[in-house]
């Protein structure tokens, strides 16, 4: 049972910047590969970027790369999401979701994620 909050979401202009953050419960955060997909109305979810078991290692889609950044702290079982540049394309509710799995394998195995969060409403005005 691992139950995941994603927090820092709302309405920001063209070219500004948010944060987000996804808080997790249990003690056994580290066994779990964190991944941050979007959804727009009428689309299907889009995979974002993921973040390794330790932190060490990160992998984005084409789309956000160069403008997001995802991180983790393990110390306070928190995966963020650093978005800066962005676009009224970038529009979406953001999830975050949990594999226990390697990265290597969320990302080329894409295998269904073991939990989701709620989600987030990201709105970026033109």
């Known amino acids: 049972q691992v139950q995941l909050v994603e927090s820092g979401g709302g309405l920001v202009q063209a070219g500004g910047s948010l944060r987000l953050s996804c808080a997790a419960s249990g003690r056994t955060f580290t066994n779990w590969t964190l991944a941050w997909v979007r959804q727009a109305p009428g689309l299907e979810r889009e995979f974002l970027a993921a973040v390794s078991r330790s932190g060490s290692s990160t992998y984005y889609a084409d789309s956000v790369k160069g403008r997001f950044t995802v991180s983790r702290d393990n110390t306070k079982n928190t995966v963020y999401l650093q978005m800066n540049s962005l676009k009224s394309e970038d529009t979406a509710v953001y999830f975050c979701?949990?594999?226990?799995?390697?990265?290597?394998?969320?990302?080329?195995?894409?295998?269904?994620?073991?939990?989701w969060g709620q989600g987030t409403q990201v709105t970026v005005s033109s």
């Open positions: 979701a949990a594999k226990n799995a390697t990265l290597g394998w969320v990302i080329f195995k894409r295998g269904p994620y073991d939990y």
